[in-house]
């Protein structure tokens, strides 16, 4: 009986894990999105990793889709004041063009 909520407690710590994965350079938010939530299904484990300095989560059973939509929104919602733009346009072509 013992063996029983041995194991039992041991699936429990598992299912309560989350592990921390790091994105490559270079790396699509909806690939990376993908690759996070079938590892979270499939070991059914929380799994974080940061992306363009938004801290996201996949857990099992969420979606790929609405977690690479929802770090694009957070991602423009916290850049967005401090968003600079290097324009490669010469001087006094297109200066009507809001800032």
Same mark, same amino acid.
């Not at 690759?35 to 801290?55: C, E, H, S, W, Y």
């Not at 979606?63 to 690479?68: G, I, K, P």
């Not at 929802?70 to 916290?78: C, D, G, N, P, Y």
């Given at each position: 009986?013992?063996?029983?909520?041995?194991?039992?407690?041991?699936?429990?710590?598992?299912?309560?894990?989350?592990?921390?994965?790091?994105?490559?350079?270079?790396? $699509?938010?909806?690939?990376?999105?993908?690759?996070? #939530?079938?590892?979270? $299904?499939l070991l059914?484990?929380?799994?974080?990793?940061?992306?363009?300095?938004v801290k996201?989560?996949?857990?099992?059973?969420?979606?790929?889709? #609405?977690?690479?939509?929802? #770090? #694009?929104?957070?991602?423009?919602?916290?850049?967005?004041?401090?968003?600079?733009?290097?324009?490669?346009?010469?001087?006094?072509?297109?200066?009507?063009?809001?800032?």
């Amino acid at each position: 009986m013992s063996d029983e909520t041995s194991a039992a407690r041991k699936v429990r710590a598992l299912t309560n894990s989350s592990i921390l994965i790091e994105p490559a350079p270079g790396a $699509d938010i909806s690939c990376v999105s993908e690759d996070a #939530q079938r590892i979270a $299904d499939l070991l059914k484990i929380t799994v974080d990793f940061p992306f363009n300095g938004v801290k996201c989560r996949a857990v099992p059973g969420g979606s790929a889709t #609405q977690l690479a939509d929802r #770090q #694009q929104r957070e991602e423009a919602r916290t850049t967005a004041p401090y968003f600079k733009l290097a324009s490669s346009r010469v001087d006094g072509v297109g200066e009507g063009l809001s800032k």
